[in-house]
């Protein structure tokens, strides 16, 4: 799928929940950063999880700093980034797939995944900003 299938078919809820895995999730941010720019990426990806969430589950999956730390991670690579396709750009960078959790530790000195404030609005990093 090319990235506007991609985002189209996530976009519509045409995209099986089975395949949005973290690595759907970096390329729904690297798609929408390449194309607004940070604060309009923020906004279309969290709007277009929601009703993913919201189509496809109970709508309580949805982690609002996660998303919002996932783009600004992203943007960083980002920046750095010769690459003009989202798989050279992992291949660039993968420590984007393998290694997210550590990356985002570098920021936040709690566990951000299991604290309820930063599910329900984004919580600014209180070690390292982005």
Not at 7 to 31: C, K, V, Y
């Amino acid at each position: 799928m090319n990235d506007l299938e991609f985002l189209n078919a996530f976009e519509s809820g045409n995209f099986p929940p089975s395949l949005f895995d973290h690595g759907a999730h970096l390329r729904l941010a690297w798609i929408n950063l390449k194309q607004y720019g940070e604060e309009k990426a923020i906004e279309n990806v969290c709007q277009s999880i929601r009703n993913f969430d919201a189509l496809h589950g109970d709508g309580s999956k949805f982690h609002t700093t996660l998303t919002v730390a996932s783009i600004k991670t992203v943007n960083h690579f980002m920046q750095k980034s010769k690459s003009h396709q989202f798989a050279d750009f992992i291949r660039e960078f993968p420590r984007l797939k393998t290694s997210f959790k550590e990356l985002l530790n570098q920021h936040y000195g709690f566990d951000l995944f299991f604290d309820p404030k930063a599910k329900n609005e984004y919580v600014a990093p209180d070690l390292l900003p982005f």
